[in-house]
C-alpha cells in the first residue's frame, strides 16, 4: 500500500502511474485504455478520501462541543437558582446527544476507513523511473545475455522438449498426477527427485554463502499476511489456492511466509539489511493458462522454490544496491548451472502490483526454440511494510533514536525447481537421449548423466 499523502499531494503522479500500469481500480470505470479512467480513478479514490477526513474533522468538532458542555455544567453553580435546573437539564440532554452521535460517528468513521483503505490498497506501487513502459511483451528491455546457445544441428539432431525428453527417461509421470490430484500435477521419478533436491542444496548453499539465513517456511499463511504482501487471496481472478473453513491459503511462493515473519515488527537499523532465505512448496491455481508456455513442467500447479528476501532501510540507494545484489546472486546460480539466459527489465504493464521494479530472467529453451522465465526479482519498497506495519528506528548520529519508518522489502527467486528443470532436460540433452547432469548438480544426484530405464536397470 502507498502512502496516502501521495493522493492529496501529488494526485497526478497517481493517476499516471495507473496509466502506465494499465492497472485499474474500480472495474465500472471502463477498460485501463479507455479515455481518462486513470484521471476518474484518482478523482473517486480522492472523494473516498475526503469523505474520511470529513469525519475525522466532526470527530474534532464533536470533542470541542463535549468540552463545552462540560464547561457549561460547571458554570451552572454560577446562575440563579431558578435557573440552574432547566439549564442543567439542558447541558445533560445536549451531552447526551453528543455521546450518541459520537458512537455512531465513530462507526461511520471506521466504516469509511475501511472502504477507502480497501480501494486504495488495490493501487499498484509507483514504478522505476528506468522501467520501460508498457504492457507487451516487446516493451519489455532486454539488458544483456549469457552463454551461448548449443547448435543441435551441428550435432547432428533436432532438439526435444523437456517432456519429451523426461518422459522417455522415465522421469515425470503426468498421467498418475492427473489421476490423484488433476490435470498440471505430476510424480517425479528416479533421477528427477534427486536433480530437483540437488537444485535446493545448491541455491541454498548458495544463500548461505552469500548471508542469507536459510528457512523451510510454511505451506500455509493466513488472508490477511498475502493480502500484505499484495497478493488477492480470494475471487474469481485469485490464483491461490484456499483452505476451505479458515482463513488459511496455499502459499505460491515463500516471498509470502519470509515477508509474513516480521509482519508487526519493529527493527533497530543495525539489524539491517536482513536477509533470509526459505525453500517451499509452491502452490498455484494457473487459472486461464494454456499453449506450448504451459506444457509439462513449467506451468504447473505444485512445484518447490527457494525464495531470496530481503529487508533494507527506507532508501532508495540502498533497496536498489539490494536490487541489484538478488540478480547478481540468480545469475550466479544459473551461470553455474552451465544455462544460457537472458536479463530482461520488465515493462510497467506487467510488474505486478507491489513492484517498483522488476527482472526476470529468461534461460534459452531448445524444446520452444526461445527463452522462458526460470526467476524473478523484484524491489517492493515500503508497498508490503506499510501494511503489514514492519519499521525500524533510524539512528541519530548523537545517537538518539528517530521516529520508527517502514523497512523496504525486495525478494528474489533463487531456484524454481520445476523451470529449472524443463532448462536442464532441453539444454543437457544428447543425441542417444540422455541428459548431462550439470557438474554442480553431480555430488547430489551421484550421476553425471541420466540415461533411461534400461540402463538404470543394467546398472542395478
Known amino acids: 500500500m502507498l502512502d496516502i499523502k501521495l493522493l492529496r499531494d501529488d494526485s497526478p503522479r497517481i493517476a499516471q502511474n495507473l496509466a502506465d500500469r ?11 485504455d479507455g479515455p481518462d479512467w486513470a484521471e476518474k480513478t484518482v478523482g473517486r479514490l480522492t472523494m473516498l478520501d475526503r469523505g474520511y477526513l470529513a469525519l475525522l474533522q466532526r470527530q474534532d468538532e464533536l470533542r470541542r462541543l463535549q468540552n463545552e458542555t462540560s464547561a457549561g455544567m460547571k458554570a451552572v453553580g454560577k ?6 435546573a432547566a439549564a442543567r437539564e439542558r447541558l445533560v440532554e445536549e451531552g447526551r446527544r453528543l455521546r450518541d452521535e459520537e458512537r455512531q460517528l465513530g462507526l461511520d468513521t471506521e466504516k469509511a476507513l475501511a472502504e477507502r483503505d480497501e480501494w486504495w490498497g488495490r493501487v499498484p506501487n509507483l514504478t522505476h523511473p528506468e522501467t520501460p513502459r508498457g504492457g507487451a511483451d516487446e516493451d519489455h528491455r532486454e539488458l544483456r545475455r549469457v ?3 548449443r547448435d543441435f544441428e551441428a550435432e547432428g539432431f533436432a532438439p526435444r522438449d523437456h517432456l519429451e525428453v523426461a518422459e522417455a527417461l522415465d522421469l515425470v509421470d503426468f498421467a498418475s498426477g492427473a489421476k490423484v490430484a488433476g490435470p498440471k500435477f505430476y510424480y517425479l521419478k528416479n533421477e528427477a527427485v534427486l536433480l530437483d533436491l540437488a537444485l535446493q542444496h545448491y541455491a541454498l ?3 548461505r554463502r552469500h548471508g542469507f539465513t536459510v528457512h523451510v517456511t510454511p ?6 499476511i498475502l493480502r500484505g504482501l499484495g497478493f488477492n487471496p480470494r475471487g474469481e481472478s485469485t490464483q491461490i489456492y484456499s483452505v476451505a473453513n479458515s482463513d488459511l491459503c496455499l502459499v505460491g511462493t515463500a516471498e509470502i511466509t519470509l515477508g509474513g515473519m516480521l509482519a508487526d515488527t519493529i527493527l533497530e ?14 502452490f498455484r491455481t494457473e487459472a486461464g493458462s494454456a499453449g506450448q508456455e504451459s506444457k509439462g513442467l513449467y506451468r504447473v500447479h505444485q512445484f518447490t522454490k527457494v525464495e531470496l528476501f530481503a529487508f533494507t532501510a527506507a532508501d532508495e540507494g540502498a533497496s536498489e544496491a539490494m536490487h541489484a545484489r538478488l540478480l547478481a546472486i540468480e545469475e550466479e546460480i544459473f551461470t553455474g548451472l552451465g544455462l544460457p539466459y537472458r536479463v530482461v527489465d520488465i515493462a510497467s504493464g506487467d510488474l505486478g502490483g507491489p513492484a517498483y521494479r522488476k527482472f526476470d530472467l529468461e534461460a ?13 526479482t523484484s524491489n517492493c519498497t515500503d508497498y508490503q511494510a506499510r501494511r503489514l506495519k514492519i519499521r525500524y528506528r533510524p539512528g541519530a548520529p548523537d545517537g538518539t533514536k528517530q521516529k520508527p519508518r517502514f523497512v523496504h522489502m525486495l525478494n528474489g527467486t533463487a531456484v524454481a525447481c520445476s523451470r529449472a528443470l524443463v532448462a536442464i532436460f532441453e539444454n543437457y540433452q544428447q543425441a542417444d537421449g540422455s541428459v548431462v547432469v550439470p557438474e554442480v548438480l ?8 541420466v540415461f533411461g530405464a534400461k540402463r538404470r536397470a543394467g546398472a542395478t
Do not use: N
Request: hydrophobic share 40%.
Open 22 to 32: 494499465r492497472a485499474r481500480v474500480f472495474d465500472d470505470l471502463g477498460p485501463a
Open 79 to 84: 446562575l440563579a437558582k431558578e435557573e440552574q
Open 147 to 149: 552463454g551461448t546457445p
Open 205 to 207: 548453499q548458495t544463500a
Open 219 to 224: 505451506d500455509l499463511a493466513r488472508e490477511e
Open 269 to 282: 537499523e543495525d539489524q539491517l539489511p536482513l536477509l533470509l532465505a526459505g525453500v517451499s512448496h509452491c
Open 364 to 376: 534459452w529453451m531448445p524444446g520452444r526454440g526461445a527463452y522462458g522465465e526460470i526467476t524473478s
Open 442 to 449: 553431480r555430488a547430489v544426484v551421484g550421476a553425471d548423466r
